[in-house]
């Protein structure tokens, strides 16, 4: 009898496109390459959110908190953030790979006027970085269930914007628990995927690492942005990893966010 064996490659469980095996943490939370961490589990603000990687602390900043810029810690977890706030996240190196990733549940806007509401972004908005944003088109619902558009800009100078869609048919929908995953190859390729339900969308673009403002610029959560902050949401989880996720991965980050969403009593 013959035993077939498969030689295993010495980067395992690594490869160009994701582990083989997905490695999970305890909260199911694809774990090779994760370097941050935050579950937004605080009753309080008072000493800032904690990345239960490497147990750094990191503040909230935006506006002056007021009637349209909030921001609270929900009684059984997961953070509220409106207007013009966001979570100022740790420092990492644009030019390597990387992945930036949130799991969040948006509320319906006032009306699609109203409607672009920042999610992530890494940088200084109008001068470095990039962001990412939810917006309704005129025609698109708004209610909760309505069907949302994803977008991506980036900063090349101070005064160059770059504006890229995720294609339709959207993922994202308000009122309903979703995650978006941002990744790169360390050589300038972007994936954004909005994935709600094991439904996925995505926009794939490259994009020059050396003229965004790097190569070491902040991660935030929120909106991070004077306008593009209309409106609330809450989320639940978001990572950084020093590796580019694959779309298993991904999935795999935001069936993890769900279900810690779900825990906490959204939908």
């Known amino acids: 009898m013959t ?10 469980p690594g490869s160009p496109i994701g582990p083989r ?4 943490n305890n909260l199911g939370v694809p774990a090779f390459g994760l370097a941050n961490m935050f579950t937004f589990s605080e009753t309080t603000l008072a000493n800032g959110l904690q990345d239960s990687i490497t147990g750094l602390l990191y503040a909230t900043e935006g506006a002056a908190l007021d009637a349209t810029n909030t921001e609270e810690m929900l009684p059984g977890g997961g953070m509220r953030l409106g207007g013009w706030r966001d979570v100022f996240g740790p420092v990492y190196n644009l030019q390597n790979p990387w992945t930036v990733a949130c799991t969040f549940q948006r509320g319906a806007p006032v009306d699609v006027a109203n409607s672009a509401c920042g999610i992530l972004s890494t940088g200084s908005v109008d001068a470095s970085g990039w962001f990412i944003w939810t917006q309704s088109l005129p025609g698109e619902s708004v209610a909760i269930g309505g069907r949302h558009g994803v977008y991506t800009n980036r900063f090349v100078t101070p005064t160059t914007v770059t504006a890229n869609a995720v294609v ?11 995650s978006i995953v941002v990744t790169h190859d ?4 972007i994936n954004v995927f909005n994935i709600k339900g094991g439904a996925v969308a995505m926009m794939a673009d490259t994009f020059d690492m050396t003229k965004i403002g790097g190569p070491n610029l902040p991660a935030k959560f929120g909106s991070a942005h004077s306008t593009i902050n209309k409106g609330q949401k809450i989320y639940d989880l978001a990572a950084i990893y020093n590796r580019a996720l694959s779309l298993a991965e991904a999935k795999a980050f935001a069936a993890a966010g769900a279900a810690i969403a779900l825990g906490r009593g959204r939908s």
């Open 3 to 12: 035993t077939a064996i498969m030689r295993l490659g010495s980067a395992f």
């Open 21 to 24: 095996v997905i490695p999970r």
């Open 168 to 178: 339709k048919p959207y993922a994202g929908a308000y009122g309903q628990v979703e």
């Open 186 to 189: 360390g050589t300038g390729q």
